[in-house]
């Protein structure tokens, strides 16, 4: 078969991950030329990678998408003279990974197919937020537009056009007449949706290898994003041989729909096939991705044993591993000591305290444990500089580390709160030697593991840090970041997931954290403030530096803790404090017009909180292209200076006599009711409420 196939690839550095070649050089068995077009930027590195599979790769302006791309090609950068010379097309970006399966059993179904255009998967029809113009492409969307949905469409990543289309004077038209696609909506709607329903009603017949109905209803309100949300029933049960990367950036939104079973199974699965390793996956995903959203979608919590090992590997097979205390209160000593004495005769120990009476009592207790010392460390910094700078020789002498520190009672933590937190400490890290030893198989059975983190506190104070685990810290962690040399994309509306400071992590994970020459002297002297100290940001950043470095990173927790923690999580989400986010994504599609009437009457728009509720909210105006100015925060909450790239202000910085603000309200139920009435009783009526 004559084929053509052009390819579109977009990376905000310019890079060409692995994932890519390897399906240029899959595909190539099944086409005669390639034309590549990067949107943006290509680095020479990548250049060299796409130079193996063809001379025509155009690098144009990061404008108007793959549609923008791909109509370049026609009008300007390759010409429909040169494209007519081929008998068949596809059209393809870098919007997914695999194959996972040989690609001859697709293009061996759907050569047999007599069709005009075919793709890997069809959306069906599914509830839309907005009208299609029917001006566009001539085509008669009035029927869909009255019930308020989306019509069925081929996806864009993959079609394959047969030449009775790819020669038609429709076809060149569709592409001439795409008006200019400005952002992602214009994407869809003047391209992908459009493609089949204008084909589709000019008499060309099309279909798809996946049969959608495997996965969607004929019930419009029930279906969903099946290619974003179930991959791995696309993979197991329907044989998709692609899997889209946006499966793999997490979205709360598959709550409506699924619970996302077995995806945790998902790299493992690929790997099961045999022509696909999931490390070409792991190599994009996490350069690109966000650290917490990768634990999320990939369900990263190791919940394991403590009294059966998953493993029968020998003491002998397992690397060199060291477990490193602090500990400063001498009344807690045989508590913890309780802890260590489930460590491997073979695992070493490292206790540090600045307290020398109980540093000497722990020697004296150790006494007779070969590979265990006690080292005496400044009292500044606490234990985070017990680690950094106390123990800064460890990190090159073992391949695995544990870290785990004492938690007493102060201000901010009542006696049996920081009992309950100390418990989850020690509990998630030193439970039993069989939980041990199941978190080091862990970490040998996935050679990307870098970092577990114990998880976080929920209970009294903590419970107050529910969605707001950064705490004001990122601009903290920033800074860091600047120092260690590393390059972070934080993103103040995502989750961080390491607080607590108490870990397991293979070293070399670690490495930009570790090798930087810490002194006790960067650390706050006593009494340390309760934010944005340097301490502050090392907690949360260790799941960013694995990252940068190349390793993911998760969640651990003891099957008992695990027991009790399912009752908390379950109490949690049963409080009016905090609203599910699916229910608040149904009240905004609800509101919807209410909501854009409110915004047409503003000239500066303001969304009050800092949540996710409130994130929602901005998702939602940027998805109508409303444009809204700021956030505020209430008097006396912590702000940090951006959120979503928008500025953020405390409810007594904003002018309210200003007749054209606007204010929408994106919190839960409880904090509207309280705000409401902040407002109500100042005199202000210009708020919008979701509830």
């Known amino acids: 078969m004559n084929r053509l196939a052009i390819y579109v690839i977009y990376d905000k550095d310019g890079i060409v991950d692995d994932y890519i070649p390897h399906f240029l050089n899959a595909l190539s068995k099944f086409v005669s030329h390639f034309v590549i077009v990067c949107n943006g930027l290509l680095n020479e590195e990548g250049r060299r990678k796409l130079e193996k599979f063809t001379d025509d790769i155009y690098l144009r302006p990061n404008e108007g998408y793959d549609g923008g791309a791909i109509q370049d090609v026609?009008?300007?950068?390759?010409?429909?003279?040169?494209?007519?010379?081929?008998?068949?097309?596809?059209?393809?970006?870098?919007?997914?990974?695999?194959?996972?399966?040989?690609?001859?059993?697709?293009?061996?179904?759907?050569?047999?197919?007599?069709?005009?255009f075919w793709g890997v998967t069809e959306q069906t029809e599914h509830l839309s937020m907005k009208a299609i113009d029917t001006s566009v492409h001539g085509v008669d969307l009035t029927?869909?537009?009255?019930?308020?949905?989306?019509?069925?469409?081929?996806?864009?990543?993959?079609?394959?056009?047969?030449?009775?289309?790819?020669?038609?004077?429709?076809?060149?038209?569709?592409?001439?007449?795409?008006p200019k696609i400005k952002d992602r909506q214009d994407a869809s709607y003047l391209y992908e949706i459009p493609f089949s329903v204008v084909f589709a009603q000019k008499g060309y017949s099309y279909s798809t290898y996946i049969n959608s109905l495997d996965c969607n209803e004929m019930k419009p309100e029930n279906n969903y994003f099946f290619t974003h949300y179930d991959p791995v029933k696309l993979a197991v049960q329907l044989r998709s041989p692609f899997i889209k990367?946006?499966?793999?950036?997490?979205?709360?939104?598959?709550?409506?729909?699924?619970?996302?079973?077995?995806?945790?199974?998902?790299?493992?699965?690929?790997?099961?096939?045999?022509?696909?390793?999931?490390?070409?996956?792991?190599q994009n995903l996490l350069?690109?991705?966000?650290?917490?959203?990768?634990?999320?979608?990939?369900?990263?919590?190791?919940?394991?044993?403590?009294?059966?090992?998953?493993?029968?590997?020998?003491?002998?097979?397992?690397?060199?591993?060291?477990?490193?205390?602090?500990l400063f209160y001498a009344h807690l000593l045989e508590e913890c000591l309780g802890f260590l004495r489930n460590v491997p005769y073979w695992i070493d120990i490292v206790i540090t305290s600045s307290n020398q009476e109980l540093a000497d009592k722990a020697k004296s207790q150790l006494i007779n444990r070969e590979g265990a010392q006690v080292r005496l460390v400044e009292n500044r910094g606490r234990d985070m500089s017990a680690l950094l700078v106390g123990c800064h020789d460890i990190f090159e002498q073992y391949e695995f580390l544990c870290f785990v520190h004492d938690k007493d009672a102060n201000a901010m933590s009542p006696k049996r709160e920081a009992e309950s937190f100390r418990s989850l400490l020690w509990e998630n890290t030193l439970s039993s030697p069989e939980y041990i030893m199941n978190i080091l198989n862990e970490f040998k059975e996935s050679p990307r593991l870098g970092f577990l983190s114990v998880p976080q506190p929920y209970h009294g104070n903590f419970l107050n840090l529910f969605s707001k685990e950064w705490g004001?810290?990122?601009?903290?962690?920033?800074?860091?970041?600047?120092?260690?040399?590393?390059?972070?994309?934080?993103?103040?509306?995502?989750?961080?997931?390491?607080?607590?400071?108490?870990?397991?992590?293979?070293?070399?994970a670690l490495k930009p954290l570790h090798i930087y020459p810490w002194s006790y002297d960067d650390f706050s002297a006593e009494p340390m403030p309760v934010h944005s100290t340097i301490s502050h940001a090392i907690e949360r950043v260790y799941p960013y530096v694995a990252q940068f470095v190349g390793y993911f990173s998760g969640v651990v927790m003891s099957d008992n803790h695990a027991a009790a923690r399912l009752v908390d999580y379950e109490e949690i989400i049963r409080r009016d404090a905090c609203d599910s986010l699916y229910n608040i994504e149904q009240l905004i599609q609800k509101r919807s017009y209410s909501l854009r009437n409110f915004c047409s009457n503003r000239n500066v728009k303001y969304i009050y909180g800092t949540g996710q509720v409130a994130k929602k909210c901005a998702d939602y105006l940027n998805f109508i292209n409303i444009e809204y100015d700021a956030f505020i925060?209430?008097?006396?909450?912590?702000?940090?200076?951006?959120?979503?790239?928008?500025?953020?202000?405390?409810?007594?910085?904003?002018?309210?006599?200003n007749r054209g603000i606007g204010i929408i309200l994106g919190l839960g139920k409880k904090y509207t009711k309280e705000v409401v009435e902040k407002l109500k009783s100042k005199g202000i009526s210009n708020f919008f409420t979701l509830h």
């Open 74 to 116: 026609f009008l300007n950068l390759y010409g429909w003279g040169n494209v007519y010379k081929f008998d068949e097309l596809i059209i393809s970006n870098d919007t997914f990974y695999g194959p996972i399966f040989e690609m001859s059993e697709m293009f061996d179904k759907m050569d047999s197919q007599n069709v005009d």
């Open 143 to 178: 029927e869909y537009n009255e019930k308020g949905l989306l019509p069925k469409h081929v996806q864009s990543y993959f079609i394959c056009i047969n030449e009775r289309l790819l020669k038609s004077q429709d076809f060149k038209q569709f592409w001439e007449n795409m």
């Open 245 to 282: 990367r946006i499966a793999l950036h997490y979205s709360g939104n598959r709550l409506h729909y699924l619970a996302s079973e077995y995806i945790n199974e998902l790299m493992k699965i690929v790997d099961t096939f045999g022509i696909y390793s999931s490390d070409l996956i792991w």
């Open 287 to 326: 350069r690109v991705g966000d650290i917490s959203d990768i634990k999320n979608v990939m369900h990263l919590n190791y919940i394991l044993p403590t009294k059966a090992t998953n493993s029968a590997r020998s003491v002998q097979s397992m690397p060199k591993t060291v477990v490193v205390a602090h």
């Open 472 to 508: 004001g810290e990122i601009e903290n962690v920033q800074q860091l970041a600047s120092r260690l040399g590393v390059s972070l994309a934080l993103d103040a509306s995502k989750q961080t997931f390491s607080l607590g400071n108490a870990f397991w992590c293979r070293t070399s």
């Open 633 to 657: 925060v209430s008097d006396g909450e912590e702000k940090p200076s951006k959120f979503l790239c928008h500025p953020v202000y405390h409810f007594s910085e904003i002018d309210f006599n």
